[in-house]
Nanobody, 116 residues
């Protein structure tokens, strides 16, 4: 079992920055990768960025050059540095942890609102 707790969402003006974080607890030794998904109203949940095995990074095209995913020193925390935010980045951001056996765990989500 893995528990994920996100923090750091909020309201920001377009062009601003936010840095949500997610801390994992429980059987963290089984985590193969961590990432961030987002879901905007009326849209499907989409993968924003992920870090697999601490080496393989993925970014959605819509956030490349603006968002950076990173892991904390203890490796059980993942951050998403979001710069140059746009109104279309408004969504609930969910932290994800995928175990080596393929099981996914999710946080409850943190709301990011970007005003124009």
């Amino acid at each position: 079992q893995v528990q994920l707790v996100e923090s750091g969402g909020g309201l920001v003006q377009a062009g601003g920055s936010l840095r949500p974080s997610c801390t994992a607890s429980g059987t963290i030794s089984s985590i193969n990768g961590m990432g961030w998904y987002r879901q905007a109203p009326g849209k499907q949940r989409e993968l924003v960025a992920s870090d697999t095995l601490g080496s393989f990074l993925y970014y959605a095209d819509s956030v490349k050059g603006r968002f950076t995913i990173s892991r904390g020193t203890a490796k059980n925390t993942v951050y998403l540095q979001m710069n140059s935010l746009k109104p279309e980045d408004t969504a609930v951001y969910y932290c994800n942890a995928r175990l080596r056996d393929g099981i996914d765990y999710w946080g409850k989500g943190t709301l990011v609102t970007v005003s124009s």
